[in-house]
C-alpha cells in the first residue's frame, strides 16, 4: 500500500512541476496545481498522519508509538514505509506551494520564465534551497516597485 501512495505522490508532483514550469500560466492551471496538487498531497499526508497518530496505520516506532520530540522517535518513524511516505508527502505539498508562490511572484514581479525555471527545478529538487535562491533574486525587484510583498 505504501508503495503505491508514495508512487502516486511522485506522479501527481512531477505532473504538476512540469505544467508550472513548461506551461502558460493560465488562471485556471494554476488554480488546478493549487488545489488538484497541492490539495490531494495534502489530503494524503492528513490522511496518513491521522492514521499514524491514532495507529490506524503502520508507521510509528518498534512498539508503534510515534514521538515528534526527540530525534530518535523521529527516526524510528521515518524508518518505516508509513512514515517515509508520509513525510515525503508533506515535502511534496509544501515544496510545490512555495513552487507556486515563486511562479506567481516571478510573474507580478516581471522575472522571465527563463530566470525562473532553474530557480523552480531547484526548489522541486530541493526545496529551500530554490526558495532562499527565489528569496535572495527577487529582494531588489520587490524594493523597487515600492513595496515590499
Given at each position: 500500500?505504501?508503495?503505491t501512495v508514495?508512487?502516486?505522490g511522485n506522479i501527481l508532483a512531477m505532473l504538476m512541476w512540469v505544467a508550472l514550469i513548461l506551461l502558460p500560466r493560465w488562471p485556471a492551471l494554476l488554480a488546478a496545481i493549487l488545489y488538484l496538487g497541492v490539495g490531494l498531497l495534502c489530503l494524503g499526508?492528513?490522511?496518513g498522519?491521522?492514521?499514524l497518530l491514532t495507529g490506524t496505520l503502520d508507521g510509528g516506532g518498534p512498539d508503534g508509538t510515534v514521538d515528534f520530540t526527540?530525534?530518535?522517535g523521529v527516526r524510528s518513524i521515518f524508518a518505516s514505509d508509513g512514515?517515509?511516505?508520509?513525510?515525503w508527502l508533506h515535502y511534496l505539498a509544501f515544496d510545490l506551494f512555495v513552487g507556486i508562490w515563486i511562479a506567481r511572484d516571478g510573474d507580478d514581479k516581471g522575472f522571465s520564465r527563463l530566470v525562473q525555471a532553474p530557480i523552480l527545478l531547484t526548489t522541486f529538487l530541493a526545496?529551500?534551497?530554490?526558495l532562499l535562491i527565489w528569496?535572495?533574486?527577487r529582494e531588489n525587484r520587490a524594493r523597487s516597485k515600492g513595496r515590499w510583498q
Amino acid at each position: 500500500m505504501w508503495q503505491t501512495v508514495f508512487g502516486a505522490g511522485n506522479i501527481l508532483a512531477m505532473l504538476m512541476w512540469v505544467a508550472l514550469i513548461l506551461l502558460p500560466r493560465w488562471p485556471a492551471l494554476l488554480a488546478a496545481i493549487l488545489y488538484l496538487g497541492v490539495g490531494l498531497l495534502c489530503l494524503g499526508y492528513a490522511c496518513g498522519i491521522i492514521g499514524l497518530l491514532t495507529g490506524t496505520l503502520d508507521g510509528g516506532g518498534p512498539d508503534g508509538t510515534v514521538d515528534f520530540t526527540t530525534i530518535e522517535g523521529v527516526r524510528s518513524i521515518f524508518a518505516s514505509d508509513g512514515g517515509a511516505t508520509i513525510g515525503w508527502l508533506h515535502y511534496l505539498a509544501f515544496d510545490l506551494f512555495v513552487g507556486i508562490w515563486i511562479a506567481r511572484d516571478g510573474d507580478d514581479k516581471g522575472f522571465s520564465r527563463l530566470v525562473q525555471a532553474p530557480i523552480l527545478l531547484t526548489t522541486f529538487l530541493a526545496g529551500p534551497l530554490g526558495l532562499l535562491i527565489w528569496l535572495a533574486l527577487r529582494e531588489n525587484r520587490a524594493r523597487s516597485k515600492g513595496r515590499w510583498q
